[in-house]
């Protein structure tokens, strides 16, 4: 795996537009990606670093309150996964697709934090 950078944290939320309000009007971050079907929003700072903000998911185990994620973009996520299962990281679940935009893995070290290993599709 060859990380291209770290330009992404994201946090999950009990209600995921009492946060787009926090985000935009509280923190006066930029909205610059909202896609509520998945309840899915990204910000950006001045300084062109972003967060992302998701509403919680049955299938997630990260829940609100008690997590930031680190976002890892790498060039190829599949190439990524098989490096990961050789090294015997814990993968959680399988490559998700958010078609035309994304696939995303996530990963937990031995500390039990979550990594989300992302891949650009556009």
Do not use: R
Not at 39 to 62: L, R
Not at 63 to 77: F, P, R
């Amino acid at each position: 795996m060859k990380p291209q950078g770290i330009q992404m944290t994201w946090v999950v939320v009990h209600d995921f537009n009492q946060a787009k309000e926090f985000f935009t009007n509280t923190l006066g971050l930029t909205l610059v990606s909202d896609a509520p079907e998945y309840n899915w929003a990204e910000f950006s700072s001045p300084a062109g670093t972003h967060i992302g903000v998701a509403g919680e998911a049955e299938q997630c185990p990260v829940k609100a309150g008690s997590n930031a994620v680190v976002c890892i973009t790498v060039e190829d996520i599949e190439e990524a996964q098989k490096e990961f299962e050789q090294k015997g990281v814990h993968i959680v679940g399988t490559i998700q697709e958010v078609p035309g935009h994304v696939k995303l893995l996530l990963i937990q070290d031995p500390s039990g934090n979550y990594y989300q290993i992302v891949q650009m599709l556009k």
